[in-house]
């Protein structure tokens, strides 16, 4: 008798599960796919035609597995030259490293670089082309130097009186809006814009803000044009399909990316010289922590990693989900490094300004003051470049 009242019981059940499923389904089908700038090549190949092309990209400028420029070779558009930013053309260089001058051996084409000495083109360079365009993934933080290339790249277009054409891509870090707004004594290339740490922009939106707001030297304007994003906010979580530098291989590394740079002013290893950079954190002192971990020689990554060959001590973050701008790890840590090694943890007090943006996040931690004291003193400057930052939106928040 039991089972043959159960048997009904099951089926019901199945049904049930099976018209979930099927409601998830049709939910992800009915959601449309985000499509990138550089993806819907009928909305910009005819501002290509007949004109000579430069391209700043790098190794996420790809259409599907394609590489940008592949693509458009192959559609007959005539690409004169690439300038590669940090990390260069294929991505493959540590960070801070000189990129050197090369040729493309799928193409031929030549590619200029325009990180380290010369961060822009020269006039008699740019004299050869009509048109540059701009395809890199960015991950939406201040002090993430692609954004600084495509500002020079902009300054230089605007000062030879050539078009620019921004393919727009997600901002992973998109939902977040937070961090001091730049003081213009800390400008640097780390930090070049008005702008919070988390400016919840995407490249196209920020280059619409760096002509808006006339941040271009002698207050000039790009001949500028974006191909925004089909089917994008800026709530919507985005998996990147390619690594936008050796040191964010994954999305976890991206989360953590915006709150764990500020220890590349520390004595402390944020997993640089490891299989998880930016996703650790750890120094040799067994009372630190009980995860351990060793950085090592990366070429390409981290050739001489902080603390390399060195046993470190801390905390495995790969599991943790919080994003955002948390300062609760610095702050937690300059406690501990207090503690056990008798000094602040800020070694750099330049560059942890420079990072920042301002000295006030340093100095308040000197001071022990708590996350929420620190974040209330940058309130009232972050509450104004939210109403600017609604003027250059392209996409719903």
Not at 22 to 27: D, G, P, W
Not at 154 to 183: F, T
Not at 192 to 219: C, D, S, Y
């Amino acid at each position: 008798m039991f089972r043959l009242l159960l048997f009904p019981f099951l089926i019901l059940v199945n049904l049930a599960c099976t018209a979930e499923t099927k409601t998830i389904k049709e939910q992800e089908e009915a959601t449309p796919e985000i499509i990138v700038g550089a993806a819907q090549t009928q909305s910009y190949l005819p501002l290509l035609e007949g004109k000579k092309v430069g391209v700043l990209v790098n190794q996420t400028s790809t259409i599907g597995d394609v590489h940008l420029v592949d693509s458009l070779v192959a559609l007959g558009v005539d690409i004169q030259m690439i300038f590669a930013p940090e990390h260069g053309f294929r991505g493959k260089e540590d960070a801070g490293a000189h990129v050197d001058d090369a040729i493309d051996p799928s193409t031929g084409i030549k590619i200029y670089s325009i990180y380290g000495k010369n961060k822009r083109p020269s006039p008699e360079l740019l004299e050869q082309v009509d048109l540059v365009i701009f395809d890199i993934q960015d991950v939406g933080c201040r002090f993430y130097t692609y954004i600084s290339s495509m500002h020079y790249m902009m300054e230089a277009c605007a000062e030879a009186g050539k078009q620019m054409l921004v393919l727009d891509r997600p901002n992973p870090n998109g939902m977040y809006i937070d961090g001091p707004v730049l003081d213009l004594k800390f400008k640097s290339f780390v930090g070049m814009h008005q702008i919070p740490i988390l400016h919840g922009l995407t490249v196209g939106e920020l280059a619409q803000m760096i002509n808006g707001e006339q941040w271009l030297r002698n207050k000039n304007k790009c001949d500028l044009t974006v191909i925004p994003v089909k089917n994008y906010d800026h709530q919507m979580p985005f998996r990147l399909p390619v690594k936008p530098s050796p040191n964010l291989p994954n999305d976890q590394s991206i989360l953590l990316y915006p709150s764990l740079c500020f220890f590349e002013a520390t004595p402390v290893s944020i997993g640089r010289g490891t299989s998880f950079p930016f996703q650790v954190i750890g120094y040799p002192n067994q009372k630190l922590g009980d995860f351990e971990f060793t950085p090592k020689s990366t070429p390409g990554a981290a050739t001489n990693p902080v603390l390399k060959d060195q046993l470190c001590f801390g905390e495995d973050l790969r599991n943790e989900k919080r994003g955002g701008l948390q300062l609760s790890y610095i702050i937690e840590w300059n406690k501990k490094f207090n503690a056990e090694e008798s000094k602040s943890i800020i070694s750099k007090n330049k560059w942890m300004d420079l990072l920042c943006g301002t000295d006030q996040v340093r100095l308040a931690l000197d001071k022990g003051k708590t996350e929420a004291e620190i974040k209330n003193a940058w309130k009232e400057d972050l509450d104004k470049y939210k109403l600017m930052r609604k003027k250059y939106l392209l996409y719903n928040d």
